[in-house]
Each structure stands twice: as structure tokens, then as C-alpha cells.
């Protein structure tokens, strides 16, 4: 025999809710109160700024046009030279991206939140629509904070870029935008192998490893091959004076694209992984 919940009105209660479980907007509701309850996110959030804003800072107040040559000054590009600090913003941001559920599996909290979200997929959307939001909105602010502040230190006569100008726009967005995609990437992985070390293994090898694996096996292959890594992807798209000495780099658009698609297909994979094992 089963009973109708009553909610304040006197209104039957939706079925999410009156059976314990939880419906899309209630569980990104219980994810946003779990990420910001937790510790690590400041802290996370606060390498993120102090790495990208930290290193802008450092390299284009140390660039001297003066001394230049002519082909570094022909090749100089102030604001993909601002964005330096992004080789640890992505970092930090996958991080942030695998602590979001596997620290729950680590502390056996995932049990808790399986009971109150049964269909996982549900659930995994709900970490991701929260956590893509508050990555994205982070990392967009502090890519226009990082932009300003190194135009600021950039002393004359060497030139400076304005938002105005070609690519630079869409160079800050991507900047932002960038980091944001890593951190899903993270989550997917995240998923996938439900340990914290592993999984940031995975993120550290996604983005420093497998260049670096391409580094001793030619030219060609480097580049055939490499403009598809994440990192390559980044680099090209928030280059905005300076043409990329690598021939064939995807176009910034169809390379955001694909790091979507990437995410997309670990989340997909993580999903997928979630219903088919036990907690």
C-alpha cells in the first residue's frame, strides 16, 4: 500500500521528491552546496588565479622590447604571452574536476548520494552542469582580469593588444573557456577510474605527457598528430598576432569543438561506467 506526500498547500508533492529521490534541479542544488562546502574548491579556485593573473604578471613585465631581436620582436604576441599561466590553470582545474566525485568514493559518501540520486547519468550530469558553470564563470573573469593586468605591466614601446583588435577577443574568451573543458575532462576521468590519484595520473598525462611522448618521434608526426592534444589546442587558439610555426593547426573554432567532443565522450564513458558498477 503506498501513500500520497503532501507538500505545503496541501498539493500532492512531485514523485522526485516525494519518494526521497532526487529530480535534475534538486540534485545540481545538492553538487553546488557540496562544492562550495568544500575546502579544496577556494583553494583550487585561488592556484587558478594566482597562477594565471601570477605569471602574466612575471612574464610580460620582464620583456624587454629594447633588447629584442627582429624575429622575436616580428614573432611577439602580448597576449598569448599573458596567458603563460594557463600550463597551471588546467592543472588545477582538472584537479578540481576528479576531486568533485572521487573524493565521495574515497569516503564512501557516494553511497549516500547513489540513494538520493538512483539514476547516475542524472547525477553525473547534475556534477557537471555545476561544475562547468562555476569553472567557466571563473576562469572567464579571471582571463579578462589576467589580460588587463598584463597589458598594464607590459612596458612601451613594446606593443600592446586591445580586445579590439583580430583574435584577441576570442584568444581571452578561449583562455576562459579552456580551463573550464579540462575540468569536465577531469570529471569524466574521474568517473571512469573512481581513484584520485589515478585519475589526476590521467589528466597529467592527457596534457604534459603525450606531447612530450611526441617530442623524440619527428617533426611530422608532432604535428600530424599533436595539433589534436588538448594542450596543442589551447596554444593555438589564444595565439592572436604571431602565426603558429606548425603547418596544418586546427582552426580555433573546430579546436574548441573538439575539446568538447572530448569532454562530451569522457563524461559519456563515465556514465556509462557509473551505471555499471556497484558503488
Not at 34 to 58: C, D, E, H, N
Not at 90 to 104: D, K, N, P, R, Y
Not at 132 to 149: H, I, N
Request: glycine share 10%; proline share 6%; net charge positive.
Amino acid at each position: 500500500m503506498t501513500t500520497a506526500t503532501l507538500d505545503r498547500a496541501g498539493r500532492p508533492a512531485p514523485p522526485s521528491q516525494a519518494d526521497g529521490h532526487y529530480g535534475w534541479r534538486s540534485a545540481a542544488r545538492m553538487e553546488w552546496l557540496k562544492l562550495r562546502s568544500v575546502r579544496s574548491t577556494a583553494w583550487i579556485l585561488l592556484v587558478f588565479a594566482a597562477g594565471l593573473i601570477g605569471i602574466a604578471i612575471l612574464v610580460l613585465s620582464h620583456e624587454n622590447w629594447a633588447t629584442m631581436s627582429p624575429s622575436d620582436r616580428a614573432s611577439f604576441d602580448p597576449t598569448n604571452a599573458g596567458f603563460a599561466g594557463l600550463a597551471l590553470g588546467q592543472l588545477a582545474f582538472g584537479v578540481l574536476g576528479v576531486l568533485i566525485i572521487t573524493s565521495e568514493f574515497s569516503s564512501g559518501m557516494i553511497r549516500a548520494t547513489f540513494a538520493a540520486v538512483p539514476r547516475r547519468p542524472l547525477l553525473l550530469a547534475a556534477k557537471a552542469g555545476v561544475l562547468g558553470a562555476v569553472t567557466l564563470v571563473a576562469g572567464e573573469v579571471l582571463a579578462f582580469v589576467s589580460f588587463a593586468v598584463g597589458e598594464a605591466v607590459l612596458r612601451s614601446p613594446a606593443p600592446h593588444a586591445s580586445l579590439g583588435q583580430p583574435g584577441v577577443l576570442r584568444a581571452v574568451l578561449m583562455a576562459g573557456a579552456y580551463p573550464a573543458l579540462i575540468a569536465l575532462i577531469g570529471l569524466g576521468l574521474g568517473a571512469i577510474i573512481r581513484h584520485t590519484a589515478g585519475a589526476i595520473s590521467a589528466v597529467v598525462g592527457v596534457l604534459f605527457v603525450l606531447p612530450l611522448i611526441l617530442v623524440p618521434l619527428g617533426t611530422s608526426l608532432q604535428n600530424s598528430v599533436g595539433k589534436f592534444l588538448p594542450m596543442i589546442i589551447a596554444e593555438n587558439s589564444i595565439t592572436a598576432v604571431k602565426p603558429e610555426p606548425a603547418v596544418g593547426n586546427l582552426p580555433p573554432a573546430v579546436g574548441f569543438g573538439l575539446l568538447c567532443l572530448y569532454a562530451v565522450v569522457a563524461l559519456s564513458a563515465g556514465g556509462l561506467l557509473l551505471t555499471r558498477r556497484d558503488a
